[in-house]
């Protein structure tokens, strides 16, 4: 391999490291606004995936591409290629290369989801299974807000502030503080998942989970359920705001002054709707749990990120 070939094979591998990187970097637009220390983390392994990713892809296919035009046989040309087998050095690289790839690309993953610390201690699991404790976090808030319970049902979300003797299907939470959720299922399984903080989470029935991240900006988020929880799954979404500390106290101190009142529950009302003009054929039917008697009720109509 003479020289110019050497240096033309460097200048493609340069051309194709600044173009993965410049894909990687335009992955952070693909997402939703960053709204929580947990996303920052998540973008980051992301935009790293996709750098990789996409410098693989465009060498593979580029060296295709030259193939295809360059090294094409002659027209009616039906013989063979010549008859290479053997090559210890050839196979030796192309081993080691996507070993070495897939141990990096597990360490980072692995270091990324160590710092995020979502998941606070948990029970013993049956079998056997050993405790599950989460590693401290170098971005968990200084200040921890108090425990709030998250109650996921067919179809509702149902949040309960103990200290404040609050209960609402709109989660508040103030910015800048560790936020530590208790999910418990009342039915089936659910799924906690809010995109704008790139956390998700299974809600498992007969257990409660400790779930904790850190809301870093201001706004009106939305949750929802992101496993298949049945025919109303679809309904069970509902806001999450996140506020200056002065008004989440303010809040609080707001919807502890309401008397408790039934919530609104899509869900709910559009299977009486549905129950009441629908021939019968005597297939059993889920029924959706009865609205929450809640102090602070989600409006649907309410904008969101």
């Given at each position: 391999?003479?020289?110019?070939?050497?240096?033309?094979?460097?200048?493609?591998?340069?051309?194709?490291?600044?173009?993965?990187?410049?894909?990687?970097?335009?992955?952070?637009?693909?997402m939703p606004p960053?709204?929580?220390?947990?996303?920052?983390?998540?973008?980051?392994?992301?935009?790293?995936?996709?750098?990789?990713?996409?410098?693989?892809?465009?060498?593979?296919?580029?060296?295709?591409?030259?193939?295809?035009?360059?090294?094409?046989?002659?027209?009616?040309?039906?013989?063979?290629?010549?008859?290479?087998?053997?090559?210890?050095?050839?196979?030796?690289?192309?081993?080691?290369?996507?070993?070495?790839?897939?141990?990096?690309?597990?360490?980072?993953?692995?270091?990324?989801?160590?710092?995020?610390?979502?998941?606070?201690?948990?029970?013993?699991?049956?079998?056997?299974?050993?405790?599950?404790?989460?590693?401290?976090?170098?971005?968990?808030?200084?200040?921890?807000?108090?425990?709030?319970?998250?109650?996921?049902?067919?179809?509702?979300?149902?949040?309960?502030?103990?200290?404040?003797?609050?209960?609402?299907?709109?989660?508040?939470?103030?910015?800048?503080?560790?936020?530590?959720?208790?999910?418990?299922?009342?039915d089936v399984l659910?799924?906690?998942?809010?995109?704008?903080?790139?956390?998700?989470?299974?809600?498992?029935?007969?257990?409660?989970?400790?779930?904790?991240?850190?809301?870093?900006?201001?706004?009106?988020?939305?949750?929802?359920?992101?496993?298949?929880?049945?025919?109303?799954?679809?309904?069970?979404?509902?806001?999450?705001?996140?506020?200056?500390?002065?008004?989440?106290?303010?809040?609080?101190?707001?919807?502890?002054?309401?008397?408790?009142?039934?919530?609104?529950?899509?869900?709910?009302?559009?299977?009486?709707?549905?129950?009441?003009?629908?021939?019968?054929?005597?297939?059993?039917?889920?029924?959706?749990?009865?609205?929450?008697?809640?102090?602070?009720?989600?409006?649907?109509?309410?904008?969101?990120?």
């Open positions: 391999m003479n020289r110019r070939t050497i240096g033309v094979l460097v200048g493609l591998a340069i051309a194709d490291l600044l173009a993965s990187l410049w894909i990687g970097q335009q992955a952070y637009t693909w960053q709204a929580s220390a947990e996303s920052v983390l998540v973008d980051n392994l992301f935009s790293f995936m996709t750098t990789l990713g996409s410098f693989i892809f465009l060498g593979v296919m580029g060296t295709l591409l030259y193939a295809i035009l360059f090294q094409r046989a002659a027209k009616y040309d039906a013989s063979d290629g010549p008859n290479i087998e053997g090559n210890v050095k050839l196979e030796v690289v192309w081993t080691t290369i996507p070993i070495l790839l897939v141990i990096w690309i597990a360490t980072v993953s692995y270091q990324t989801y160590d710092r995020m610390s979502i998941l606070g201690p948990m029970e013993p699991l049956p079998m056997g299974m050993a405790t599950a404790e989460a590693a401290p976090t170098d971005r968990a808030a200084s200040v921890t807000s108090p425990p709030i319970q998250v109650f996921a049902r067919q179809w509702a979300w149902e949040f309960h502030y103990p200290e404040a003797g609050v209960r609402s299907t709109e989660l508040h939470l103030p910015v800048n503080q560790r936020a530590q959720l208790v999910l418990s299922s009342e659910h799924g906690f998942f809010v995109p704008a903080f790139r956390v998700k989470q299974d809600v498992v029935p007969g257990r409660e989970i400790n779930f904790e991240f850190t809301p870093i900006r201001e706004g009106r988020y939305r949750l929802r359920d992101s496993e298949y929880s049945g025919t109303y799954f679809a309904a069970n979404q509902t806001n999450v705001v996140v506020e200056s500390s002065e008004d989440y106290q303010d809040w609080l101190a707001m919807a502890a002054a309401r008397s408790p009142f039934p919530a609104e529950n899509v869900a709910f009302e559009a299977f009486n709707q549905t129950d009441a003009s629908a021939i019968g054929l005597g297939w059993k039917t889920v029924e959706p749990a009865p609205a929450p008697l809640v102090n602070f009720a989600s409006s649907e109509e309410d904008t969101y990120e």
